[in-house]
């Protein structure tokens, strides 16, 4: 049987003292196997002293070997890791866990520059590497968001069969989104009018978020806030991230007057920003631009089949660019390069709140 072990793995303790005796706390996320593995371990490393969890350092190993020992076990190990700050607190890591076994716990083991050896006890929980928790409003007499039906008439995604959301766009990635909340109608319309009516200015949508993003709090969280709104000020607008003070990517609003949400293809332009948003958020760039740029992108990036590309913008070549031509290739999902950041980048460079862009 070939035990599939990728997921996200937090460090057991088997009681309070263990716990408030150690000094530092390890999770790591395992991408060997299941749905595009990227063949990498990465962690984040915390403090834990007088019961405060406090985020000290990530890490991230390539090029992880596997191998099935003579006892049944499952060893990954990995060879000169990269962290964030420059701090090295292990050189070598190795990852151990019993085949077959029906509760999937990991023994994580690492050797620092000195040559010494230490270890600590971890356990499987879940399939997901990151877990977002979102909070979805709605401003008064906005459509509600619908998945978009891969199997309509449409002959754009010959890849899928399955309607597509923003839940199962990320979970397709390795990153699980947890809607803790979702009211339609609950913001009101803003106070700005122009000639078509209420429009939203950034200030505004600022004062909406803090008004109504309950799980807010100011330091780099897991937790996000999303605005289905009418319209911007600029009425070109598709969607915008938003922030909060110095602390960036905090939430997004889309806006349906520009994206459209009738027709088939109004819908499919939709969800597709939505998730283009909270790719933002996440701190993915458009793929044309640094960090971000794909290697293999021709044409300055703009060739990328990916969430972050936009269509109007895609080039391949002379006889394959514009929309048509990126909806009849896009497979409705990250890139690799892109799927590394989301699965793997540094704690403080992916989390809302965190490093800007």
């Known amino acids: 049987m070939n035990q599939k072990v990728s997921g996200l793995y937090k460090?057991?303790?088997?009681?309070?003292?263990?716990?408030?005796?150690?000094?530092?706390?390890?999770?790591?996320?395992?991408?060997?196997?299941?749905?595009r593995p990227l063949n990498v371990i990465s962690g984040d490393i915390y403090s834990n002293s007088d019961g405060?969890?406090?985020?000290?350092?990530?890490?991230?190993?390539?090029?992880?070997?596997?191998?099935?020992?003579?006892?049944?076990?499952?060893?990954?190990?990995?060879?000169?890791?990269?962290f964030s700050?420059?701090?090295?607190?292990?050189?070598?890591?190795?990852?151990?866990?019993?085949?077959?076994?029906?509760?999937?716990?990991?023994?994580?083991?690492?050797?620092n520059k000195s040559g010494s050896e230490s270890k600590c006890l971890c356990k499987y929980?879940?399939?997901?590497?990151?877990?977002?928790?979102?909070?979805?409003?709605?401003?008064?007499?906005?459509?509600?968001?619908?998945?978009?039906?891969?199997?309509?008439?449409?002959?754009?995604?010959?890849?899928?069969?399955?309607?597509?959301?923003?839940?199962?766009?990320?979970?397709?990635?390795?990153?699980?989104?947890?809607?803790?909340?979702?009211?339609?109608n609950s913001v009101s319309n803003p106070k700005r009018i122009s000639e078509v009516g209420s429009v939203w200015t950034q200030s505004e949508l600022h004062e909406a978020m803090i008004k109504h993003f309950t799980l807010f709090r100011e330091k780099p969280q897991w937790n996000l806030w999303l605005l289905s709104a009418n319209e911007y000020a600029m009425s070109n607008i598709y969607g915008i991230t938003l922030d909060y003070k110095e602390k960036k990517r905090r939430g997004c609003a889309v806006f349906q007057s520009a994206t459209g949400w009738k027709s088939k293809e109004e819908k499919r332009m939709r969800l597709f920003i939505y998730v283009h948003e909270l790719g933002h958020c996440l701190n993915l760039h458009h793929p044309e631009q640094k960090p971000q740029i794909d290697p293999v992108a021709k044409?300055?990036?703009?060739?990328?089949?990916?969430?972050?590309?936009?269509?109007?913008?895609?080039?391949?070549?002379?006889?394959?660019?514009?929309?048509?031509?990126?909806?009849?290739?896009?497979?409705f999902q990250f890139s690799d390069l892109e799927l590394m950041h989301l699965r793997h980048g540094f704690r403080n460079d992916v989390i809302f709140g965190g490093n800007e862009f």
């Not at 990036?301 to 514009?322: A, I, Q």
Request: glycine fraction near 4%; include cysteine.
């Open 125 to 184: 929980v879940s399939e997901y590497f990151r877990i977002i928790n979102l909070e979805h409003d709605y401003e008064q007499g906005v459509a509600p968001l619908e998945p978009y039906e891969t199997t309509d008439s449409l002959s754009s995604c010959p890849h899928k069969s399955h309607p597509i959301s923003i839940i199962t766009a990320f979970a397709e990635a390795g990153i699980e989104i947890r809607i803790v909340k979702e009211k339609k």
């Open 52 to 82: 405060n969890r406090k985020y000290l350092s990530s890490f991230i190993f390539k090029g992880i070997k596997r191998i099935t020992t003579l006892t049944n076990e499952i060893r990954l190990e990995g060879k000169k890791g990269r």
């Open 299 to 331: 044409a300055e990036g703009h060739s990328t089949l990916s969430w972050m590309n936009l269509p109007w913008l895609y080039y391949l070549s002379k006889e394959s660019h514009g929309p048509e031509a990126f909806w009849k290739a896009f497979n």
């Open 11 to 35: 460090e057991v303790f088997s009681n309070p003292t263990e716990r408030k005796a150690k000094r530092t706390e390890i999770e790591f996320r395992v991408d060997v196997d299941g749905m």
């Open 85 to 111: 700050p420059n701090s090295e607190y292990f050189a070598d890591i190795q990852i151990t866990i019993p085949n077959n076994s029906h509760s999937q716990k990991a023994t994580f083991q690492w050797t």
